[in-house]
């Protein structure tokens, strides 16, 4: 049983529906569980494929689920986070625009890491997102989190810690901490910034994994 209080939940996390991870949707539950986690956001790349599976058995197992998805734009990622379906990717404004028709809380994940991922830079002062992640525990420089985090404070914006987890090793690494029992809840105190965050890096080999991950599903499918 969860503490009704305080949930930490991880509102970055890959499944198998992403190319470059391991973790199956249906230990989901059960990893969570085993990493003290009351909750996460599923954000496979591009596909919300995973998020009706994931959704029930989180839900059986009295843990908290948030559907979103992380979407591949031309200028970089875009985590979509409490929607329904995959946002339109052709252009970022109209990514933006459509999680916010949808309910959904934009967030620039690892806004400044530019060197192994897809990241938006400073090109993030030209949109209006709703949040970025300050915290990746995937984040290679370091000091990208440290610019993050000023550019979070200064823009006013919602500032998340999260895993970016594609093994279940990962999972949890980073979390956000909050009052809250429902998915609606962990909205409500998003929007409001009432939550605590925490992180911790992930070893530079979880990065090898992935892409080693991502070059055997590409040869064997
Ligand atoms: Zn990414
Ligand atoms: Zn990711």
Same mark, same amino acid.
């Not at 249906?26 to 995973?50: E, F, Q, S, V, Y």
């Not at 000091?143 to 998340?160: F, P, R, Y």
């Given at each position: 049983?969860?503490?009704?209080?305080?949930?930490?939940?991880?509102?970055?996390?890959?499944?198998?529906?992403?190319?470059?991870?391991?973790?199956?949707?249906?230990?989901?539950?059960?990893?969570?569980?085993?990493?003290?986690?009351?909750?996460?956001?599923?954000?496979?790349?591009?596909?919300?494929?995973?998020?009706?599976?994931?959704?029930?058995?989180?839900?059986?197992?009295?843990?908290?689920?948030?559907?979103?998805?992380?979407?591949?734009?031309?200028?970089?990622?875009?985590?979509?986070?409490?929607?329904?379906?995959?946002?339109?990717?052709? !252009?970022?404004?109209?990514?933006?625009?459509?999680?916010?028709?949808?309910?959904?809380?934009?967030?620039?994940?690892?806004?400044?890491?530019?060197?192994?991922?897809?990241?938006?830079?400073?090109?993030?002062?030209?949109?209006?997102?709703?949040?970025?992640?300050?915290?990746?525990?995937?984040?290679?420089?370091?000091?990208?989190?440290?610019?993050?985090?000023?550019?979070?404070?200064?823009?006013?914006?919602?500032?998340?810690?999260?895993?970016?987890?594609?093994?279940? !090793?990962?999972?949890?690494?980073?979390?956000?901490?909050?009052?809250?029992?429902?998915?609606?809840?962990?909205?409500?105190?998003?929007?409001?910034?009432?939550?605590?965050?925490?992180?911790?890096?992930?070893?530079?080999?979880?990065?090898?994994?992935?892409?080693?991950?991502?070059?055997?599903?590409?040869?064997?499918?």
């Amino acid at each position: 049983m969860r503490n009704p209080l305080r949930v930490k939940i991880d509102l970055h996390v890959h499944s198998f529906y992403s190319l470059d991870s391991s973790i199956p949707v249906k230990r989901l539950a059960k990893l969570i569980k085993l990493k003290n986690l009351d909750g996460i956001a599923l954000t496979d790349h591009d596909t919300m494929r995973g998020v009706p599976q994931a959704k029930e058995l989180l839900e059986k197992a009295h843990l908290i689920f948030i559907p979103g998805v992380e979407i591949s734009t031309p200028l970089g990622h875009v985590v979509g986070l409490f929607i329904s379906e995959v946002p339109p990717q052709k !252009t970022l404004p109209d990514a933006l625009d459509n999680i916010k028709s949808q309910g959904g809380i934009s967030i620039a994940p690892h806004p400044f890491d530019t060197s192994l991922r897809k990241s938006l830079g400073k090109k993030i002062f030209n949109f209006k997102f709703d949040g970025m992640e300050i915290f990746s525990s995937r984040c290679i420089l370091r000091k990208s989190d440290l610019l993050a985090k000023q550019v979070c404070k200064d823009l006013d914006l919602i500032g998340i810690a999260t895993s970016d987890a594609h093994s279940w !090793t990962e999972l949890g690494n980073s979390y956000v901490e909050m009052d809250a029992q429902t998915s609606d809840e962990v909205l409500l105190c998003l929007r409001r910034k009432k939550f605590l965050i925490y992180g911790s890096y992930s070893p530079l080999r979880v990065h090898l994994r992935s892409h080693f991950s991502k070059f055997l599903r590409l040869v064997k499918f």
